[in-house]
């Protein structure tokens, strides 16, 4: 057997809701009554359900690469010809027997170690192709000729297809064929059961040893280590909480995350008062032209900076440039027109230039008489 690394814990399944389902559904309009095929691979899914209700339709079904421990709620899909369950924690084939038109089940890399639950799959006489390669089954002797002879609708075993006198080959002796079969599942079941309870026995190990007292991020980065570098059987249980082990470091960074991000900027206070911010830090100049009315911002944008990085918004008494998602605002002198103001680039410097004409015996903002002035940026720099 393979050996893989992992703890062992109970947890809740993760659900097959409707929403993905219809997700899953777009190439049928997002309906799910009438979809005919489905891919759910890969979504982390740890149990069947609903579907053999929300969708009787179904004649495709993708399943591999989840966490799926047992076949199940799928015996009213009728017209289900192709099902694709491979790469799951399956132990038993089960529960297929209303699947009547059934003709593909692809099985491979499971955890089948009941041989002879094959024989559920007797009554679905439409069954051609079987896939089982990668299952503890198929380490039995004599395997193949178990299958052959108990399927004889089959005409493939694991992609390789069974010939007329393999199949009566395979009926020879299948008497003390059954016999061995069946010892070798009874050893089988033994060893499981033995890895069930060192499963268990770990679980408890590792839930004591990490609530000996707080940790430290050496501690952590050590359990880190012995959890991926202690080698113990591949078994469902040491898939899923691999699985598991990786969710919970998702999530824990996911939470460090959010701690770290900043709160939201506030750009005009509860009581309306616009703030003067420089997140940024450009230099600039702020220059009123008395003989043509205007009010100029020179902004010392970075010269090689694509102008589709920079977005302007020139309000009454106040102007903001957003440069790559970082916020100007500066509270202007005195009221301006918005419509009639131009943002330019300097092709020279790179400098981003807001001429703004003022509202005529508009109010000042600063309260100041309407005299000329140049304000430089080292004057504001107390509020940024």
């Not at 009010?295 to 010269?303: K, M, P, Q, S």
């Not at 103001?341 to 001429?355: E, M, P, Y």
Request: charged share 30%; aromatic share 8%; with cysteine.
């Amino acid at each position: 057997m393979l050996n893989y690394t992992k703890r062992w814990l109970s947890h809740d399944h993760t659900p097959l809701r409707v929403d993905l389902i219809r997700r899953r559904a777009e190439h049928n309009g997002y309906e799910i009554i009438s979809l005919e095929e489905i891919s759910l691979h890969q979504q982390n899914i740890e149990k069947i359900e609903h579907i053999d209700k929300w969708c009787k339709e179904l004649k495709i079904v993708y399943f591999q690469n989840n966490l799926i421990p047992k076949i199940e709620n799928l015996g009213h899909l009728k017209k289900l010809n192709y099902l694709n369950l491979a790469l799951n924690n399956i132990e038993v084939i089960e529960n297929l027997e209303g699947c009547e038109s059934l003709w593909t089940l692809d099985l491979t890399v499971n955890f089948v170690g009941c041989l002879s639950s094959v024989e559920t799959l007797r009554n679905n006489l439409h069954l051609r192709k079987l896939f089982l390669s990668g299952n503890p089954c198929t380490e039995f002797q004599g395997y193949r000729q178990y299958v052959v002879a108990t399927l004889p609708q089959l005409e493939e075993l694991d992609g390789i297809k069974i010939t007329r006198s393999e199949r009566i080959k395979a009926l020879q002796g299948l008497d003390e064929l059954k016999r061995s079969i069946s010892q070798q599942e009874q050893d089988y079941l033994r060893r499981r059961a033995t890895e069930k309870e060192q499963e268990v026995q770990r679980k408890v190990a590792s839930q004591e040893k990490g609530q000996s007292g707080r940790s430290s991020d050496s501690d952590e980065e050590q359990r880190e280590r012995e959890f991926w570098n202690t080698p113990c059987s591949f078994t469902p249980e040491s898939r899923l909480e691999a699985y598991r082990h990786v969710e919970e470091k998702r999530k824990a960074e996911e939470k460090k995350t959010e701690k770290k991000q900043k709160p939201p900027r506030t750009l005009v206070t509860s009581s309306g008062q616009v703030l003067n911010i420089n997140e940024p830090k450009l230099d600039f100049w702020l220059t009123e032209d008395e003989d043509n009315n205007t009010i100029i911002l020179d902004l010392a944008v970075y010269r090689h900076m694509d102008t589709s990085l920079i977005d302007v918004d020139i309000q009454p008494t106040y102007a903001r440039v957003c440069v790559k998602g970082k916020i100007f605002q500066l509270v202007l002198p005195a009221e301006v027109k918005p419509d009639s103001s131009t943002a330019q680039r300097s092709q020279a410097t790179g400098s981003l230039v807001l001429t703004m004409p003022r509202v005529r015996n508009g109010t000042r903002v600063d309260g100041k008489s309407n005299q000329g002035c140049m304000i430089h940026y080292f004057e504001f720099i107390c509020y940024f």
